[in-house]
């Protein structure tokens, strides 16, 4: 058996991880930039929990940041660039972002899910049915049951 310094692959021992990363990354940075990527994860401690909640930054390239947002924010935004351009090149601490572009967002927020209609009371014969069944939680799952095949059918 030969040892790892007779080996062929080991001549020159192992490489530095620093030189293999750029030829991996390299892929990467070329869709998105760093900078970029940094400011789509940070965006609500950028801009604030309430901008946040109405804009989406899409893309930044070549000194540009394209903001996704609802038509009325578009304006505000538009007055508050100056601010915002300085706390995105804060935040990446360099100057990323000269421009801001703003888009329109297809859509709002997820509109609020319909409350249940309340509980059909049971039919008296499927009240009764239930009443006999031993065990309290099963009871209790049954009856439960029962008023949603009800309630569905009114």
């Known amino acids: 058996m030969a040892k790892d310094s007779d080996d062929p692959r080991f001549v020159f021992g192992p490489r530095p991880l620093g030189i293999l990363m750029p030829r991996l990354?390299?892929?990467?940075?070329?869709?998105?930039?760093?900078?970029?990527?940094?400011?789509?994860?940070?965006?609500?401690?950028?801009?604030?929990?309430?901008?946040?909640?109405?804009?989406?930054?899409?893309?930044?390239?070549?000194?540009?940041?394209?903001?996704?947002?609802?038509?009325?924010?578009?304006?505000?935004?538009?007055?508050?660039?100056?601010?915002?351009?300085?706390?995105?090149?804060?935040?990446?601490?360099?100057?990323?972002?000269?421009?801001?572009?703003?888009?329109?967002?297809?859509?709002?927020?997820?509109?609020a899910r319909p409350r249940p209609a309340p509980d059909a009371p049971l039919p008296a014969p499927v009240e009764a049915a239930v009443a006999g069944i031993p065990g309290e939680e099963l009871r209790e799952a049954l009856a439960k049951l029962g008023r949603g095949v009800y309630r569905s059918r009114g």
């Open 25 to 111: 990354t390299r892929p990467v940075f070329r869709k998105k930039s760093p900078a970029g990527a940094l400011l789509m994860a940070d965006w609500a401690e950028v801009v604030g929990p309430s901008l946040a909640a109405v804009t989406t930054p899409r893309r930044l390239s070549a000194g540009s940041l394209t903001i996704a947002c609802a038509g009325p924010v578009a304006m505000e935004l538009t007055h508050l660039a100056p601010q915002l351009i300085a706390r995105i090149n804060a935040h990446l601490g360099r100057q990323a972002v000269e421009r801001l572009r703003f888009v329109q967002q297809a859509a709002g927020p997820a509109p």
